[in-house]
């Protein structure tokens, strides 16, 4: 049973341009979680959403970000227009059951975006 | 301000020797969860304890949770070189929906 995969591992964008990653939750995971993780930070919380919804995303910044959960397909967190301060790792990670009730979340190795 | 935050930042022990972690949190939780962090790498699950539990062990591992004082501790005994990482408490709350939030971790550096 595969983990959770991210990817590209290492994404680099020039200023202006778009960073598409990109997130495949576990076998029969239906609950997906972005986060951002500055250099020697904790992760902060972006967006959680379920197969085609978005549940919360009062961590997402209001423009330039988006992120989707298709019926079929991975997670796509969008971050359009890149400005240096973007750069950071963003991790994913899916859980089975109903938010965090009682069952941890698995998470995958982050994309790194770097933008020069 | 984060919902929980580890003390020590930082800790620097001996090989063999026991390492303490704490985290505090200012709302109310479901559970409360630590993960550790290899350097560059995703997280990895260590253990999770439940509201109404007060304490669990995994191994070496051994979590307490103190819900009056909002409050957790992560003790890893007899600590080996490969223990270093940075530990991370994540508390399960709901807020609109059901999510983890993190602290900024504490960085653990096991001295062979």
């Known amino acids: 049973n595969a983990g959770v995969m991210q990817n590209p591992r290492h994404l680099v964008r020039r200023r202006g341009q778009e960073a598409r990653l990109r997130c495949s939750p576990m076998?029969?995971?239906?609950?997906v979680y972005w986060y951002r993780q500055l250099p020697e930070e904790g992760l902060k919380f972006m967006v959680y959403?379920?197969?085609?919804?978005?549940?919360?995303e009062s961590g997402m910044p209001k423009e330039r970000f988006s992120a989707e959960f298709p019926k079929e397909g991975p997670s796509i967190l969008r971050i359009q227009q890149v400005v240096r301060g973007d750069s950071a790792a963003y991790f994913c990670?899916?859980?089975?059951?109903?938010?965090?009730?009682?069952?941890?979340?698995?998470f995958g190795q982050g994309t790194r975006l770097t933008v020069v | 301000s984060q919902q929980g935050e580890e003390d020590p930042q930082a800790l620097s022990i001996q090989e063999g020797e026991n390492a303490t972690m704490n985290c505090s949190y200012k709302?109310?939780?479901?559970?409360l969860q630590w993960y550790r962090q290899n350097s560059g790498r995703g997280l990895v699950h260590l253990i999770l304890?439940?509201?109404?539990?007060r304490e669990k062990h995994s191994g070496r591992l051994r979590v307490t949770l103190d819900t009056s004082k909002k409050s957790s501790s992560l003790l890893i005994t007899a600590s080996r070189a490969a223990d270093t990482a940075s530990y991370f408490c994540?508390?399960?709350?709901?807020?609109?929906?059901?999510?983890?939030?993190f602290g900024q971790g504490t960085r653990l550096t096991i001295n062979p």
């Open positions: 990670a899916s859980s089975q059951q109903t938010g965090y009730m009682n069952t941890e979340a698995f």
């Open positions: 076998k029969g995971h239906s609950h």
């Open positions: 959403l379920q197969k085609e919804n978005i549940i919360d």
């Open positions: 709302t109310s939780i479901n559970n």
């Open positions: 304890i439940r509201s109404n539990e």
């Open positions: 994540a508390t399960g709350i709901i807020q609109g929906a059901q999510k983890l939030v």
